[in-house]
């Protein structure tokens, strides 16, 4: 069956059912309903297959296999319709469009004449120097993430290897302790050696005078 006669039979079948019922199921699709006003609305929440249009398809001379692929087709091509347009005519039924704001489908009164065909949606190519720049920046911005303190401040890396970067107070006040505590050393091993030597010279002393007395026997001798 050709595509033209595909979705003539559909079309020519729902504006025939809706003129003395409510509603007609296109299976996996959405249901077409008619309003007590005879106004037309489209649902795409009723969607499950209740076999009313196979049944309809089959009362117009199609066997079942035939009455299947029709309706598959019908779907493919007003959905084909919908992508590259935003809308699909279909005839006395009505014009279904794509709202823009809820994406959501809507069926307005038959539109005769052609209309203004949507330019399909094609995403920008981007290059790779762009690609490469957006990427850099991406990581950039993780790695600044990543190094948040916990206070919340950002710390920036390798400041401890930065030329001009000024030493930490800490580091300075350890170095000045440690020349001190040297000093303080070397302060203590001279006064202990000074007053090492100092008693040593007054027992030398001490030993020499000893040496030189005479005892009084001697003398009364």
Known sequence: MSFVKCMNIVEEVIVEYLRSNRRLVIPNFGAFMAKESGERIFSGLLRTDDGVLSSLLKARGLNEMEAAITIDRFIFEVRHELEQYGY???????????????????????VH?????????????????????????????EFEDESKSV????????????????????????????????????????????????????????????????????INE
């Open 151 to 218: 206070g919340g401040e950002k710390e920036t890396p390798n400041a401890s290897n930065a030329p001009n970067a000024p030493k930490k107070p800490r580091k300075k006040v350890d170095f000045v302790m440690v020349v001190a505590v040297i000093i303080l050393l070397v302060a203590l091993l001279g006064i202990g050696y000074g007053w090492y030597v100092s008693n040593l010279g007054v027992a030398d002393d001490d030993a020499a005078m000893d040496a030189l007395r005479v005892a009084p026997e001697l």
């Open 88 to 110: 699909c005519r279909l005839g006395e039924v009505g014009t279904l469009r794509i709202e823009p704001e809820t994406k959501a489908l809507r069926l307005y009164p038959p």
């Open 113 to 141: 004449g052609e209309l203004p065909k949507q330019t399909p949606y094609v995403p920008k190519q981007v290059s790779e120097t762009e690609s490469g720049k957006r990427k850099t920046e991406n990581e950039k911005s």
